[in-house]
């Protein structure tokens, strides 16, 4: 972000990093450093003139970090202004954000950020909305199956220890707004290796599945 301050330099990196390698190139940016210094067009521009295949437009300012919201309108002059695909990021909560985000931006995708760690379903979703399904709602199966693989890959990665406690945050969101789930948090502690994980998780996903039944 520090760059948005230098887009000379900027646009130098851009270059000797176009040269360099064959693979798409796209630039990621914030809308600027300050509400008074929006400067996401001028570094587009830059963007596009040095080789990028894409610019991705975080329609926040820096000084912002993640509070207040994502100022869309931003997007929408920048995609105005280059030829390059325009991705529009940033407070795009629900599935059907990422529609309301390209009509009024007329931008060429989108990027997901937090809402994809709460709901790793919202591009499924938005998929099927784009099919005109209609929105689809992951049911007991499709929790299972997410929790024990990111478990299995948390595990390889960073060891059965860590991803324990990993998984008490993420079991948290994945499990928000359903029925009983604040009684679910309390047998977290029981957590200690993959059968208690498997265990706890199937005895919450009973009482759902007698619930919903
Ligand atoms: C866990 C996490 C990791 C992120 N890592 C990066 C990163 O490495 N590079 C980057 O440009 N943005 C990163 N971001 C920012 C997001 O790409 C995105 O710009 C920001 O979250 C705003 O989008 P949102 O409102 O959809 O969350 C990260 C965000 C989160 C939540």
Not at 10 to 18: F, L, W
Not at 51 to 68: E, K, L, N
Not at 98 to 113: A, P, R
């Amino acid at each position: 972000a520090a760059l948005l301050k230098g887009l000379d330099r900027a646009g130098k990196i851009i270059s000797a990093v176009r040269v360099a390698c064959r693979v798409p190139l796209t630039v990621k940016i914030r809308s600027g450093w300050t509400a008074d210094s929006i400067i996401a067009c001028d570094a587009a521009k830059i963007i596009e003139e040095c080789g990028a295949d894409a610019v991705i437009i975080h329609a926040r300012t820096v000084s912002q970090g993640y509070s207040g919201s994502a100022d869309w309108d931003i997007i929408a002059r920048v995609k105005q202004e280059v030829k390059i695909p325009v991705i529009g990021n940033g407070d795009i909560i629900e599935a059907q954000d990422v529609f309301k985000m390209m009509e009024m931006t007329g931008c060429d995708g989108v990027m997901i950020g937090r809402a994809a760690t709460r709901n790793p379903w919202i591009f499924r979703q938005a998929l099927e909305l784009e099919k005109g399904n209609p929105l689809f709602e992951p049911g007991i199966p499709e929790r299972r199956a997410l929790i024990m693989d990111q478990y299995q890959g948390l595990t390889a990665c960073i060891g059965e220890r860590r991803a324990m406690l990993c998984m008490r945050g993420l079991l948290l969101k994945y499990t928000k707004g359903l029925p009983g789930s604040s009684r679910f948090r309390e047998s977290f502690t029981q957590i200690r290796d993959l059968d208690s994980l498997v265990s706890v998780m199937e005895s919450y996903f009973r009482v759902l599945e007698d619930k919903t039944a």
